[in-house]
């Protein structure tokens, strides 16, 4: 059973920063690209990075510079510092598992887990 488990969220102000992690079990973890995703209350699910086998990682436009999407293949666990926040950042960040071992820049996936709240107020 593939099962994804973020950890991290908080509240911090504008400026601060955060770390989350996603610990990942049920599959060859080290076989496929990873994603996080977010959603915004009231909004649909936004692509925010990936990262493929290789470790390459790209970005949407919004975090891009200010987040970092690395990944552990020998612990399983995917991350994402988040530094510099903004108010717009507030959203569920939910980790996903793509289907194949490449980057793709869409909300595509076949599992995700339950998510952890970021919120980024002043």
């Known amino acids: 059973e593939v099962q994804l488990v973020e950890s991290g969220g908080g509240s911090v ?3 601060g920063s955060l770390r989350l992690a996603c610990a990942a079990s ?3 973890f080290s076989a496929y690209a990873m994603k996080w995703v977010r959603q915004a209350p009231g909004k649909g699910l936004e692509w925010v990075s990936s990262i493929n086998i ?3 990682a790209d970005y949407a436009e919004s975090v891009k510079g200010r987040f970092t999407v690395t990944r552990d293949n020998g612990q399983n666990t995917l ?3 988040m530094n510099s926040l ?5 959203a569920q960040y939910f980790c996903a598992k793509a289907r194949g071992a490449s980057i793709t820049r869409s909300t595509d996936f076949d599992y995700r887990g339950q998510g952890t709240q970021v919120t980024v107020s002043s």
């Open 54 to 56: 290789y470790g390459g």
């Open 26 to 28: 049920g599959f060859t």
């Open 79 to 81: 991350y994402l510092q």
């Open 86 to 90: 903004k108010t717009e950042d507030t």
């Open 13 to 15: 102000q504008p400026g």
